[in-house]
DNA sequence: GTCTATACGACGATAGAC
DNA sequence: GTCTATCGTCGTATAGAC
């Protein structure tokens, strides 16, 4: 048995990357084996289902990282404003100050197949509740808790598909910025 | 000379219609031939530079369309809140609610070319510039106008990321409703 | 577990008849 | 201008040695 030259988290991490910029159909197998370093029939031997299971696993672990790591202070126990704060400085970092992409809308092009759509749908809706619980803790109602968190998410998303789009990351920035008083109330 | 089987203009909306729904990538020439009615060759015969040439024509010319046809009532001369309204209701219109992504989105990744690149940057400048020029007018700064252009834009795209990935198209609905605010200021 | 070598279908693109 | 037929390449995926 052959030493595995990639970790498995490492070559996770690196199909992330991959799909982050250029998305799933135009992430060749060719590319795949550049990111991860391995040769194309050494990525089948730990990925049998070939690009569509290599897609739905980055989807899944990207998920549970995002709420792992990006996501956890929000169920820290400090003031509502610092953990908000906190997490705006976590998705400044994941995305890189808005020069990086989001998988949620790079891998949802195309077809990436059924398990990777629903991984997908599961992490978004998980950042979104993550967020109106943040919102309801301020005092709305779940209705207006999920509106808000809506509008958080998705003002991030916009303004990154904007920075690949133009080059301007600022709108980004300001998104992160205007980021609690869109959950806590105008 | 045989008659066109299908008008140029008719060509390109069913081009654009394709690319939205695909994105560039997993655009595939076979997918271009059953979404147009023409055979693959008949395709070449209207853009020799292949697929390359349909997503630049597609970009330039939807780009165009958008602003002389979705942004058109901010240059009449009603009452700002009346022009953003009517603007509201043409994206609602483009967009299907919801339901359809945006070019700019699904056409920047992969690699479609540089003057499909080059024209997408365009459309969305030109969107960015039309919103802040609404916003100058209602007394904002161009700084300050700049910045509410970008986020209303930015709001606009991000929800249509949701809807594609969650299905929840209400997002967007809010982000219409929310134009007027944004660009007239808090 | 990784590699070289290869199968083979799909891809973008072209040739040439009508 | 449209079609049928075809080209070469690149795509995903496998076989089998080490």
Redesign the pocket.
């Given at each position: 048995?052959?030493?595995?030259?990639?970790s498995s988290d490492e070559l996770i991490d690196r199909l992330t990357m991959l799909f982050r910029r250029v998305g799933y159909?135009a992430?060749?197998?060719?590319?795949?084996?550049a990111a991860t370093?391995?040769?194309?029939?050494?990525?089948?031997?730990?990925?049998?289902?070939?690009?569509?299971?290599?897609a739905q696993e980055v989807a899944e672990a990207s998920g549970r990282r995002f709420s792992e790591h990006v996501l956890a202070p929000l169920r820290s126990n400090a003031p509502v404003d610092e953990r908000i704060g906190a997490v705006a400085r976590n998705l400044d970092l994941f995305y890189e100050a808005g020069a990086r992409s989001c998988l949620l809308d790079t891998m949802s092009l195309g077809d990436p197949g059924a398990g990777t759509t629903e991984a997908l749908a599961a992490a978004a809706s998980a950042w979104i509740r993550a967020f109106a619980t943040v919102a309801r803790e301020a005092g709305a109602t779940s209705t207006v808790a999920l509106a808000r968190a809506q509008e958080a998410v998705a003002g991030i998303e916009g303004a990154l598909v904007l920075a690949r789009v133009t080059g301007d990351k600022r709108p980004f920035a300001r998104a992160l910025k205007r980021l609690p008083e869109i959950l806590l109330g105008h």
């Amino acid at each position: 048995m052959a030493p595995r030259l990639v970790s498995s988290d490492e070559l996770i991490d690196r199909l992330t990357m991959l799909f982050r910029r250029v998305g799933y159909e135009a992430a060749s197998l060719v590319e795949i084996a550049a990111a991860t370093g391995l040769q194309k029939s050494s990525i089948y031997h730990r990925f049998p289902g070939g690009k569509e299971q290599m897609a739905q696993e980055v989807a899944e672990a990207s998920g549970r990282r995002f709420s792992e790591h990006v996501l956890a202070p929000l169920r820290s126990n400090a003031p509502v404003d610092e953990r908000i704060g906190a997490v705006a400085r976590n998705l400044d970092l994941f995305y890189e100050a808005g020069a990086r992409s989001c998988l949620l809308d790079t891998m949802s092009l195309g077809d990436p197949g059924a398990g990777t759509t629903e991984a997908l749908a599961a992490a978004a809706s998980a950042w979104i509740r993550a967020f109106a619980t943040v919102a309801r803790e301020a005092g709305a109602t779940s209705t207006v808790a999920l509106a808000r968190a809506q509008e958080a998410v998705a003002g991030i998303e916009g303004a990154l598909v904007l920075a690949r789009v133009t080059g301007d990351k600022r709108p980004f920035a300001r998104a992160l910025k205007r980021l609690p008083e869109i959950l806590l109330g105008h």
